[in-house]
């Protein structure tokens, strides 16, 4: 719409709840929601679930204040927060998601001021509108994406009856990046400055991890996963109730496999979500949030079932991707090899941030990351769209000959090289883990192939989900089919002769049921006396070059002797095509 075109003015209408819910705050405090909505469907819904939630309660407590140990949700003051080893938060975290109470948090009211901080009232941002009647194929309502301002928001907020909104989009490029005791890719960032393979003067991809969230009195935003397999981070500014454990897309039935817990937070609340939590959150004031997104080591298992989620399900599931948050996977790939193989990290608090490979979840943790970096290509929604083709457009003729010819897609030539150099040491660290590792089965079996048969399993249950995702018209990763699945697929296997062999030779069907590794329980493993001949950076770009990137640098080096066959011609150009057409970038 135009910038200066202002919210739609509509007679707003409203529907109340048919009744009041209770919930509780992280110890116990007891508050009383009265939410009402736009649309009768959201009140349905909401009930639905708050009544799900209401099961949870023990004697008219919550999980997490009558019965912590069952519960998914751990409260901690800040000074325990701050005193507790990183070694114990990260065992905590793998469990649950923590609330910690009594934070500092930025000191942001809901007004003027407090909002042109977060981004300035005038500049126009997206906005979720859930006064405009867009329905999907179920005939809810769904939010519609406009552009507002933040001013408008707060029209809205100040007028008697006004509409409800969401500003969801708030990236914050000025926040710190020093590592915390949570984060393992700001650790990774900082350890990894001036290696090979990456650049020495790349930026930290603040404006993906760091952001706010600005929302008006009774928004909702119904069950989701968080994008790219991230945990999340939010310390409260204002109020919001956070909806945990169990996932429907946006119902709760009687049916329900699944239990629901809540918890009120209020301003000085700081929230630690584990990846792959479905979760919903509705607030009941106005509110600012400022939040972030990080990877930890000891939940990559739980980021890589998230991932494979979100390509899968794409929008169905998730509401953006931030596709420069992979620079953080392969800049942690590497830092697991400064650690584990070239020992240079015995020293410092960073090794609190390896994964702990004298145990069997820590060695699935290491090999979860390893299979993401490997599958870079495969999860990575760039590589099935041409060069500059949209997720809503089709490839042209001239698209379609360059991703048949020479494999370019919409991942540049920079970034490719640096997939390729990741992949090598993500396949340098699974040889490591086959040649001194053994591992032995809940049964006393010796497996001899781990990092083989989990992989497997995991492509396999992909291509399962890919197949009936399809069945069900869920589009998923823009362009990409089955068939172009199983393309991806069959490249990475290339690479490891190892992996070819199981793939096409299992010692027993795969199991394609579960993204992750499944049940631990039973696994024992020892490490063999010896130490693994360190590759140079040459031998891990070969190692990590696909059949489809080695296509892709061949095509390369052919464009640039096309570029120096056109230079060494003297070009001229008619007055009226002085100016070249770009060239279609890689």
């Not at 639905?48 to 949700?73: D, L």
């Not at 500092?104 to 809901?110: L, N, T």
């Not at 914050?172 to 890719?185: I, K, N, Q, V």
């Not at 702990?356 to 999860?379: A, E, K, R, Y």
Request: proline share 6%; aromatic share 10%.
């Amino acid at each position: 719409r135009e910038e200066n075109a202002g919210l739609p003015k509509r007679v707003l209408e409203r529907h109340k709840c048919p009744r009041d819910y209770t919930v509780f705050g992280p110890t116990g405090e007891k508050v009383v929601l009265e939410p009402e909505f736009h649309f009768p469907d959201y009140v349905k819904r909401f009930d639905e679930i708050m009544s799900g939630i209401e099961k949870s309660y023990i004697n008219e407590k919550p999980m997490h204040v009558a019965h912590p140990s069952s519960s998914v949700i751990a409260v901690l003051t800040y000074q325990e927060y701050l005193d507790m080893p990183q070694d114990e938060l990260h065992s905590v975290l793998a469990e649950k998601n923590v609330v910690v109470r009594r934070a500092p948090v930025p000191d942001h009211e809901f007004n003027a001021k407090g909002l042109d901080f977060v981004h300035p009232l005038h500049s126009p941002v997206s906005l979720q509108d859930t006064d405009l009647d867009e329905l999907d194929r179920e005939e809810k309502h769904i939010p519609a994406t406009i552009t507002g301002t933040l001013q408008e928001v707060l029209d809205e907020v100040d007028r008697d009856e006004g509409r409800i909104v969401n500003a969801l989009d708030l990236p914050l490029c000025h926040e710190s990046t020093a590592p915390t005791a949570y984060s393992t890719d700001t650790y990774a960032w900082h350890h990894t400055r001036g290696r090979l393979g990456f650049l020495s003067n790349e930026v930290f991809p603040t404006t993906d991890t760091c952001w706010a969230l600005i929302g008006s009195r009774h928004t909702v935003t119904f069950f989701h996963v968080d994008p790219d397999g991230f945990n999340t981070h939010m310390p409260l500014s204002s109020r919001h109730v956070f909806f945990d454990k169990g996932f429907h897309l946006d119902r709760f039935t009687d049916k329900a496999k699944y239990d629901l817990e809540a918890v009120f937070l209020s301003k000085g609340d700081f929230l630690l979500m584990r990846a792959n939590q479905p979760h919903a959150i509705y607030g009941k004031e106005p509110t600012i949030i400022h939040g972030g997104h990080f990877y930890l080591t000891s939940l990559m298992e739980m980021t890589a079932q998230s991932m494979f989620h979100s390509f899968i399900m794409d929008q169905f599931l998730t509401n953006t991707v931030h596709y420069r948050s992979r620079v953080l996977l392969r800049r942690i790939i590497d830092f697991y090899r400064l650690g584990l193989l070239e020992k240079k990290l015995v020293q410092t608090d960073a090794g609190h941030h390896l994964p702990d490979v004298q145990t069997f979840p820590g060695l699935v943790n290491l090999l979860s990351l390893c299979n993401l970096v490997i599958l870079g290509n495969v999860l990575d929604f760039r590589a099935y769209s041409a060069p500059n083709q949209k997720a809503e457009d089709g490839a042209d003729p001239h698209q379609q000959v360059l991703m048949e010819r020479y494999d370019r897609n919409n991942i540049s030539k920079q970034e490719r090289v640096s997939m390729m150099f990741a992949h090598g040491i993500a396949l340098e660290l699974v040889c490591w883990v086959r040649e001194f590792c053994v591992v032995t089965s809940p049964k006393g079996e010796v497996i001899p192939d781990l990092p083989s048969d989990y992989i497997s399993r995991q492509m396999a249950a992909l291509l399962k989900y890919k197949a009936e995702a399809e069945q069900n018209e869920i589009v998923g990763a823009p362009h990409c089919t089955l068939e172009l699945l199983q393309k991806q697929i069959n490249d990475v296997i290339a690479c490891d002769e190892d992996l070819k062999r199981y793939w096409n030779n299992p010692p027993q069907k795969i199991d394609d049921t579960t993204l992750g590794f499944g049940p631990q329980k039973g696994y024992s493993l020892r490490w063999k006396e010896g130490a693994i001949q360190l590759k140079t950076y040459e031998q891990l770009l070969r190692d990590g070059a696909t059949p489809l990137d080695k296509k892709y640098m061949r095509g390369e080096v052919y464009r640039s002797t096309q570029d120096q066959k056109m230079a060494s011609h003297d070009f001229s150009f008619a007055e009226d095509d002085a100016r070249p057409r770009k060239r279609a970038r890689s």
